[in-house]
């Protein structure tokens, strides 16, 4: 059972839970248990950090002022995930992704070089 901590009160709660049953708190869209609520922490307002408020896209109600939304996308996590993205990665993961999506192949050319070693055994 995945787990977090309600925003109010600190409880342990099920990662799946629609609100806190310790502070009724909640945690997920009404009518959309699947969409989780995002808050803002203390007096600041979540559009300060939202990619869609600084880039102009957002069209909440509620902005510039929203302190709940269910678009929230945090900006400086975007950025990072970019970066990840943008890396070129090692040479190891690269052999491996490889490995992952030619098995098939490996598998034949396995099973021709067993064959081979038998034939010239018996020779």
Same mark, same amino acid.
């Given at each position: 059972?995945?787990?977090? =901590?309600?925003?109010?009160? #600190?409880?342990?709660?099920? !990662? ?8 009724? =708190?909640?945690? #997920?869209? +009404?009518?959309? %248990? ?8 203390? $007096?600041? +307002?979540?559009?300060?950090?939202? =990619?869609?408020?600084? $880039? $102009?896209?957002?069209?909440? %109600? #509620? ?12 900006? *400086?996590?975007? &950025?990072? *995930?970019?970066?990840? #993205?943008?890396? &070129? %990665? !090692?040479?190891?993961? !690269? ?29």
């Amino acid at each position: 059972m995945d787990t977090t =901590t309600c925003p109010r009160c #600190k409880q342990t709660i099920n !990662s799946q839970a629609v609100t806190c049953p310790f502070c009724r =708190t909640e945690l #997920k869209a +009404y009518g959309h %248990p699947g969409i989780p609520l995002h808050r803002a922490a203390g $007096d600041e +307002y979540l559009c300060e950090t939202c =990619t869609y408020h600084i $880039d $102009d896209t957002c069209n909440y %109600p #509620k902005r510039p002022h929203a302190k709940e939304c269910t678009l929230y996308q945090n900006e *400086e996590e975007r &950025k990072l *995930e970019l970066q990840q #993205k943008n890396q &070129k %990665p !090692s040479l190891n993961v !690269s052999i491996n992704n490889w490995i992952r999506r030619n098995q098939g192949l490996l598998m034949i050319f396995g099973l021709l070089l067993i064959c081979f070693l038998l034939v010239l055994s018996r020779s």
